[in-house]
Every structure is written in structure tokens, then in C-alpha cells.
């Protein structure tokens, strides 16, 4: 993902300059939507001035820090001259060709089949089309910051189409200063509800392709809440940050139509929740990467290499540190009560306590390792911890480490505004996580390398009762008996959730679950998203009834669960006043409270 200030600039100068010349020069692609039975996307790429041999890429990954492979979807693919003369078309790697010289204009035309719901892939069906562009389009290495022009063909009469990308003269046309900037504006065609909203003095559009409720349910989402939320949170991160660097913005909203997660773009986001979810709170972590990841980046993440893992330590702040912001400001704008946001604070510290793998993989590890994530080995708890939750939690320990030592001036809001003005206005990035440590040093007046040495970049245990003590938070521990069902798994994958682990003698194993076992249904309802939860709520005793698949043999298996001691954290508001309370109540509220 890649988003470049002056280059775009340049661009909308030349543009206004030179119009007439750029279009004889420009990479147009013609997407057709017509074969919605088999899910295929026909792409019909044009390039001007392919006199030479031209290279032909597909990215390995998007979205996800994850390699994945868009160039197997790809079939059909054929290269010719703008005559219609055949053109050599060689292969090079697993994601790239060589094409002959077309003497002018070269074609190149495929078909790609993408059926896979949610906001990181592409999705062609009788329901709606979402495209990702990097999961679809072919790019020429050499000229990938060449302006682009796309157009959607056979759009089904009742579909509308929602992008955040400029449009073209011509029907359902766009145009993009570059590949990267097509790459960051997913598209989404169906017969949508939508609605704008003027906050901040910008145009805030969200868009809404939900399944058809089931006929006996309760409404699972309104307009109304819809409007409520997006207002509240884009009006709490632009006062938070000071600004808003988005000439406009699109939520794109799927609605209990498969997959899960959010995406960012600068000037846009993708997110899928399940039915009856509420999509408030990856809205506010979504808008926050507007900021933080998009615009306060990274160095090691530019350019974007699509061809290869592209690593860096800090996504522990561009990841966690969004979601603190996200919760904080959930309870800002009221969405949330302050009971909701302590209930996920002491949540994250039990998942963080959970996971025996703190004790060797840093946050710092984390971030970088990431790209291990589609292992089912490196899911599990022994193996790894998770950057979104140690960094959400990270955030609101440096936070109140920055109010201390500066009697509540400085805080990790003021942190992300330095981070705003210092690289993200003046269009530069920042040096990874030895430039965050710089900067909280310099706004704390104090050198804060022990709290990165031991917290961030190693594996000492956080002393969360301690610090949140000294921001006004009381956490506490209960021992209690839980349920154990004797089996981990790991993430949901389309036919269900992999077993990865059944602990030796426990009930899972005695009841004949083996690891690789694919679990369908748990308790008569699909294990996806519901397994989780489920298995963290368990009673001891409870009757679990699962539906799995080993291989491509379907079974049903009944067992009870076990025991296991549990300790569960609860954080509440600390009694006393003083900087403690002034640094909660300014956490809490987003405002400037002295001490008393
Ligand atoms: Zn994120």
C-alpha cells in the first residue's frame, strides 16, 4: 500500500497542464462484470507505447501483510497488438511475464476469478462486485507510476458503483495518478443504501451492501446508528489530530455478507462484520489509519514492494496504537460507556497473559513476523502473540507514562499530533520504532529507552497493575473455575476453524478430535465467528456438540467440558484524586483536566 504526497501533487499540475497529451499516454483497463455465474472478472489491460518487450507483473500480496497468490486465479490470459495480432507472452516467475514488442499498443486480456468475501480480496458474484485492484490487475514494473484509467463494463442496471477515486468523463470511468493509488481505492458495485454527512468540512459517504435480514430477526443495523457513529468518529479523530487529510471519505460497509475485518486506504476504507455486529468500533480503528499508517508511515513500508515480504518493527504502534485510539475514542464521542472500555482494557490483558509465547516473542518480533501469519503453527498461543493487542495495550501504557512525567501536558495524543506535523504534513516517514521512542523521549523530557528496551523491543512482563495505578485505574485479579474444552484452534478459514491443538487425556481428545480436524458447527450454529467466544465463555460441564470434517469425511461428535483454573482481570476507576484522576479523566474525555 503505498501513498505518495508530492508525486500526486505533480501529477494534478500536469494533469491541469498537459490533459490533451496524457490520455495518448495512459494505462487503461476495462474490467467486465458480466460472468457473475463463474465469478470471473474479464480484464482487458491497454498500454501505450510498448514499442519494447514489456514486463507484466502480479502483485504477491495486498492488504494483508501476507504473501498470497493472485496470479494463480489468473486464466485465459493472451497478449496482441492493437491490430489483433497474437504477441509472444513468455513467463518468468510464478507472477510475472514478458510480452513481445507490440510496436505501438499492446493488449493484454484475462480472465481472473475471485469469490471471497470481505475487505482484503475480491469478490464477483449475483450479489454485488468488490474489487481490490491489486488482486485483479496486472501492472508494468517500469511504469507503475504512470497515470491510470479504469472503466467497469456490464454493470448490472440496478448496481451503483462507490469509490473513492476520481472519475472519469465516460460511465462508471476512473482515473488514478499511479497503480499504488488505483491499489488504494477498492470499489464496491451493487444495489446499495447510502448516505453522506458533512463533518470537519469534508464529504463523509458510507455505503451499505448487507444481506436480507432473516424474516423472525430483530433489525441487526439502522441508518440511523450508522449516521450517529460515523459523525461521532470522524468528528472525534479530526478534533484529536487537528486536521482532516482526506479531501473526502467513503466507509464501504458489508453488512453479515461473509469474511471480517476492516481495510485502510487514505481516502477510504472496506469493512465485513457478521451479521447482528456492530461495525462502530473498525470504523474508528479503519479512520484512524487515515493518520496513523497511511499518512504517519512508516519508512520501512516505501516504496511498497508487491513482489516480496516487506517487514518493519513497527507495527505494534501503526496497528495496536490505532486501536487504542479507536477505544479512546469510542468513549469520547459516547458510543462507548467507560464500563465497556474497561471491560476490553482487562479483556486485552487476559489475552496478552494468555499467550505463553510474550515470554520470547517482542512487539518489536511480532510486527516483523507477521507475515508468518497464514502458518496454522505460528497462530497458536505457544508461538506468538498478537502486535494489535500488545500495541493497544503498549499505547495506553505510554501514554500514562507520558502524562506522568509531564503533569499531564503531553500524552500519546499529543505524541501522534507531533508525529502529524513533524512527517506525515511535511510528506516524509518516520524511522520506524527508533523514531517513536525519539520523539515520546523528547515530549516527555526524559529518556524513555528502558520502556522501549524492556517493553517493546523485549519480553518483560508489563507491570499493568502498576502503571495503570498511576493513570487512575484499579486492576484487579479474581481467581475463579472455568470451562475447558481441551482443544485450541486456530482462524477461521472458509470451510470453518482448524483444530490445531486437543490437550493429551482431556475431554476433546477422549471425545476423539484430532488436530487438522475442521470444525464446521459448534452447538447448532456455523463455528464461524462463533468459536471463540464460545469456548472463552465455557462453564465447566457445559455440552459441546460439534459437526467437523476430517478430510473430506463429515462427523458429529458430544462431549462435556472440563475444568481449569482461570484468573480474570477487572479494571475499574481508582478512589484517590491528584494526577492520577487528571491523567484518567483526560484519557477518558479527550480534554485537558488539572490536577486537584
Ligand atoms: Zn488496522
Not at 511504469?143 to 448496481?159: G, I
Amino acid at each position: 500500500m503505498r501513498f505518495r504526497f508530492l508525486p500526486r501533487l505533480a501529477g494534478l499540475l500536469l494533469l491541469a497542464a498537459l490533459a490533451p497529451l496524457r490520455a495518448a499516454a495512459t494505462i487503461h483497463y476495462t474490467i467486465s462484470l458480466a460472468n457473475r455465474a463463474e465469478n470471473r472478472f474479464g480484464v482487458r489491460m491497454e498500454i501505450p507505447d510498448a514499442n519494447q518487450a514489456t514486463e507484466l507483473d502480479m502483485p504477491v500480496w495486498n492488504g494483508l501483510y501476507q504473501v498470497r497468490e493472485f496470479a494463480s486465479r489468473i486464466l485465459e490470459l493472451h497478449a496482441s497488438t492493437a491490430a489483433g495480432t497474437a504477441i509472444s507472452l513468455r513467463r518468468l516467475t510464478p507472477h510475472s511475464w514478458l510480452a513481445g514488442p507490440a510496436g505501438g499498443r499492446l493488449i493484454v486480456e484475462y480472465s481472473i476469478e475471485w469469490d471471497e468475501p470481505g475487505p482484503f480480496s475480491s469478490q464477483l458474484n449475483d450479489s454485488h462486485a468488490f474489487l481490490n485492484a491489486a488482486t485483479l490487475l496486472l501492472f508494468v514494473p517500469q511504469r507503475r507510476s504512470e497515470d491510470v484509467t479504469l472503466e467497469l463494463r456490464d454493470v448490472p442496471q440496478a448496481w451503483r458503483v462507490a469509490t473513492a477515486l476520481d472519475s472519469g468523463s465516460a460511465a462508471n470511468s476512473y482515473l488514478a495518478r499511479s497503480y499504488d493509488d488505483l491499489v488504494q481505492a477498492p470499489i464496491e458495485a451493487s444495489a446499495f443504501m447510502d448516505f453522506s454527512l458533512q463533518v470537519a468540512g469534508r464529504e463523509i459517504r458510507v455505503v451499505v451492501h448487507a444481506a436480507p435480514p432473516a424474516p423472525e430477526s430483530v433489525p441487526l443495523w439502522s441508518r440511523e446508528h450508522l449516521e450517529d457513529a460515523a459523525q461521532r468518529i470522524v468528528e472525534t479523530e479530526t478534533t484529536l489530530m487537528g486536521d482532516a487529510p482526506f479531501p473526502r471519505y467513503l466507509f464501504i460497509l458489508h453488512l453479515g455478507t461473509g469474511g471480517g475485518g476492516g481495510m485502510e486506504h487514505p481516502n477510504s476504507t472496506a469493512i465485513a462484520v457478521g451479521q447482528g455486529f456492530d461495525p462502530a468500533a473498525t470504523m474508528a480503528h479503519e479512520l484512524f489509519h487515515a493518520w496513523n499508517v497511511l499518512r504517519i508511515r512508516p519508512r520501512s513500508l516505501e516504496p511498497v514492494d508487491y513482489t516480496r515480504e516487506q517487514p518493519t518493527d513497527a507495527l505494534w504502534f501503526a496497528e495496536g496504537v490505532t486501536s487504542t485510539i479507536a477505544a479512546y475514542t469510542l468513549v469520547r464521542s459516547g458510543l462507548w460507556g467507560r464500563e465497556q472500555l474497561y471491560a476490553d482494557l482487562a479483556a486485552q490483558i487476559q489475552e496478552l497473559e494468555s499467550r505463553p509465547a510474550r515470554r520470547f516473542e517482542s512487539a518489536e518480533d511480532s510486527s516483523i513476523a507477521t507475515w508468518l501469519d497464514r502458518a496454522p503453527l505460528y497462530g497458536r498461543d505457544v508461538n506468538s502473540i498478537s502486535y494489535y493487542n500488545k500495541g493497544q495495550l503498549l499505547g495506553l501504557c505510554l501514554d500514562i507514562t507520558l502524562r506522568e512525567a509531564t503533569g499531564n501536558r503531553e500524552s500519546l495524543d499529543s505524541l501522534l499530533r507531533a508525529m502529524n506535523t513533524r512527517y506525515a504534513q511535511k510528506h516524509e516517514f518516520y524511522g520506524d520504532t527508533a523514531a517513536i521512542q525519539a520523539l515520546a523521549s523528547e515530549l516527555a523530557q526524559r529518556d524513555l529507552t528502558s520502556f522501549f528496551a524492556r517493553y517493546v523491543a523485549g519480553t518483560d512482563e508489563i507491570p499493568f497493575a502498576e502503571i495503570l495505578a498511576r493513570g487512575g485505574f484499579d486492576l484487579r485479579q479474581n481467581e475463579s473455575v472455568v470451562g475447558d474444552a481441551g482443544f485450541s484452534a486456530g482462524r477461521a478459514g472458509a470451510a470453518g476453524v482448524t483444530v490445531t491443538a486437543v490437550e493429551a487425556g482431556g475431554p476433546a481428545e477422549r471425545a476423539g478430535l484430532r488436530p487438522g480436524d475442521t470444525i464446521v458447527e459448534i452447538n447448532g450454529a456455523p463455528a464461524t465467528p462463533r468459536l471463540g467466544r464460545l469456548l472463552a465463555r465455557l462453564s465447566p460441564g457445559e455440552e459441546i456438540r460439534l459437526r467437523i470434517l476430517r478430510g473430506a469425511q463429515a462427523q458429529s461428535t458430544v462431549f462435556h467440558a472440563g475444568e481449569r483454573a482461570s484468573r480474570a482481570y477487572r479494571v475499574s476507576e481508582a478512589a484517590g484524586g491528584g494526577l492520577p484522576r487528571a491523567i484518567r479523566e483526560s484519557i477518558l474525555t479527550g480534554k485537558s483536566v488539572a490536577a486537584q
